[in-house]
């Protein structure tokens, strides 16, 4: 077994639970915040859909720069509604999904960079990267999006283990 299909199990039920939470945006509330200096939740929606992408990017290229001196800088995809989201993240988990599945140990343990304008912010193995700018910034910014479904009374699915909204069953 590589490195990379030893994290399959992590990443499939981080990726179940994180589409949980993505059903319950409601697109009625799409440009809601709790407070000025927040994000929408509709902009967390669409952060949230994208990131398992960069998995696929992180396994797949060097480095990213996602503000090129002269260039065009990543645009995310437009996203309007929770349809939306769901699409870009089914797709995105999926190809990330698949990539990780294939990579060798060889690949997933080479370096990997990020950069601003040119400007180093970090260089570490893809293993790494996988692990904390993508995963662990992906379960951050999930437990966000969980705070503003509860702040919208919407029901805040389980994601490991039954939440407050939902009933525990006698045997548990």
Not at 27 to 55: M, R, V
Request: glycine share 8%; charged share 20%.
């Amino acid at each position: 077994m590589t490195i990379g299909q030893s994290l399959l199990p992590e990443f499939d039920q981080e990726m179940q639970s994180t589409r949980k939470v993505l059903e319950g945006v409601r697109d009625d509330k799409w440009t809601w915040k709790p407070h000025e200096k927040s994000g929408t939740l509709g902009w967390y929606a669409l952060h949230i859909a994208t990131l398992p992408g960069w998995t696929t990017m992180t396994l797949t290229s060097d480095e990213l720069d996602y503000a090129p001196v002269g260039k065009p800088a990543y645009e995310p995809p437009k996203v309007e509604n929770r349809a939306q989201a769901l699409a870009v993240f089914d797709k995105e988990s999926s190809e990330a999904r698949a990539a990780l599945a294939k990579v060798s140990d060889a690949d997933i343990l080479k370096n990997w960079k990020l950069l601003a304008g040119g400007q180093e912010i970090f260089t570490m193995p893809r293993v790494a990267v996988l692990r904390g700018m993508v995963m662990n910034h992906l379960i951050h910014h999930r437990g966000q999006l969980t705070v503003y479904l509860r702040l919208l009374g919407v029901p805040v699915p389980g994601l490991y283990g039954p939440s407050a909204d939902e009933t525990m069953s006698a045997s548990a």
